[in-house]
């Protein structure tokens, strides 16, 4: 199997996109925590979604880091803001939970790879 993106640049890419993403909304709509606003549902967990798979496809080695990644950035996000969040044990399980359902697209972009990968093998090639 041959990765395309270095695994330094899957976990930079997957720790901004939470993160940024998580401040990006926050800021957008007036709310203290992004997961408030309906955008946080609409279009920033179908994007991470994307990315997630994407970065699965390109660096398929142990793509469960790149499901969870994004929402652990998010949790130090939010932690930083609000470091005497009551709720903040909770908040890192539905964090948990988002990573757990980001595992369908990882899997989806790693099995896309390796299927594609068959058919770009040469028999007889030795890359």
Not at 96 to 113: I, K, N, Q, T
Request: aromatic content about 16%; hydrophobic content about 50%; charged content about 15%.
């Amino acid at each position: 199997m041959r990765t395309t993106l270095s695994p330094k640049w899957a976990y930079t890419i997957s720790a901004l996109v939470g993160s940024t993403g998580w401040i990006a909304i926050s800021q957008i709509t007036g709310r203290r925590e992004a997961w408030d606003s309906e955008l946080y549902f609409s279009w920033f967990l179908p994007s991470v979604a994307l990315v997630v798979g994407g970065l699965a496809y390109f660096a398929p080695e142990r793509v469960w880091r790149w499901a969870f990644v994004p929402f652990g950035a998010q949790a130090v996000v939010a932690f930083l803001q609000n470091p005497g969040a009551n709720l903040l044990p909770l908040g890192l399980i539905v964090f948990a939970f988002y990573g757990a359902l980001c595992l369908v697209p990882a899997w989806a972009g790693e099995r896309l790879s390796r299927w594609l990968d068959r058919f770009r093998t040469v028999p007889g090639n030795t890359r």
